[in-house]
């Protein structure tokens, strides 16, 4: 059984940077699809973004250029850079995995989470 366990939220305001960490344990991390995804209030979670076992990363064009997810197998652990953070994505992120070589951006394609982690962006 995998346990996630996110940290690195907290209150930024626009503009600034976070970087958000998903403990992997149980397995190597390598071994899993990743995923982070976010939901605000009163909103369905979404997708931010992807690594598979390959290590090839995959993220929404809205994401792209602001987000980037990047896994350290040394540390077990999976990050989510986020910079030019705006109060649209105040948010609590979660970080999911599964088995499988494929890349997954589907919330239902995944069978583990972790916990969240708030996320909170002043303007």
């Known amino acids: 059984q995998v346990q996630l366990v996110e940290s690195g939220g907290g209150l930024v305001e626009a503009g600034g940077s976070l970087r958000l960490s998903c403990a992997v344990s149980?397995?190597?991390?390598?071994?899993?699809?990743m995923g982070w995804f976010r939901q605000a209030p009163g909103k369905e979670r979404e997708f931010v973004a992807t690594?598979?076992?390959?290590?090839?990363?995959y993220s929404t064009d809205a994401m792209k250029g602001r987000f980037s997810i990047s896994r350290d197998n040394a540390k077990n652990t999976v990050y989510l850079q986020m910079n030019s953070l705006k109060p649209e994505d105040t948010a609590v992120y979660y970080c999911?995995?599964?088995?499988?070589?494929?890349?997954?951006?589907?919330?239902?394609?995944?069978?583990?989470w972790g916990q969240g982690t708030q996320v909170t962006v002043s303007s």
């Open positions: 690594i598979n076992r390959n290590g090839n990363t």
């Open positions: 149980g397995r190597t991390v390598s071994t899993y699809a």
């Open positions: 999911a995995a599964r088995t499988g070589y494929g890349t997954y951006t589907q919330t239902q394609s995944y069978d583990y």
